[in-house]
């Protein structure tokens, strides 16, 4: 089992920045890919961004200007640094990591990011 924690969600307005931080723990021995997707109210869960253990990124085109993933693996810790947040950027954020050799994917519990003047 592989736990993840996130932090550092909260209110934000137009404009303004915000750092994600998503710790895991358990049997991390065999994740590969961690990253962030998120879902706002009434839409489905979409990719936010992706990284692996070597540092390959994808980032969703809606975002890919506004922010960056990074990724520290002796603290097993992923980071989603955003700016330039706009209304629409509204939304729980979910932490996710993917085991390379199960396939088996996991998530974390989420962190709610407003933006809102």
């Known amino acids: 089992q592989v736990q993840l924690v996130e932090s550092g969600g909260g209110l934000v307005q137009p404009g303004g920045s915000l750092r994600l931080s998503c710790a895991a723990s358990?049997?991390?021995?065999?994740?590969?890919?961690m990253g962030w997707y998120r879902q706002a109210p009434g839409k489905e869960r979409e990719l936010v961004a992706t990284?692996?253990?070597?540092?390959?990124?994808n980032y969703a085109d809606s975002v890919k200007d506004r922010v960056t993933v990074s990724r520290d693996n002796a603290k097993n810790t992923v980071y989603l640094q955003m700016s330039s947040l706009e209304p629409t950027d509204t939304a729980v954020y979910y932490c996710?990591?993917?085991?390379?050799?199960?396939?088996?994917?996991?998530w974390g519990q989420g962190t709610q990011v407003t933006v809102s003047s």
């Open positions: 996710y990591a993917k085991n390379s050799w199960s396939q088996r994917e996991y």
């Open positions: 358990g049997s991390i021995f065999s994740i590969n890919d």
């Open positions: 990284i692996t253990s070597g540092s390959r990124i």
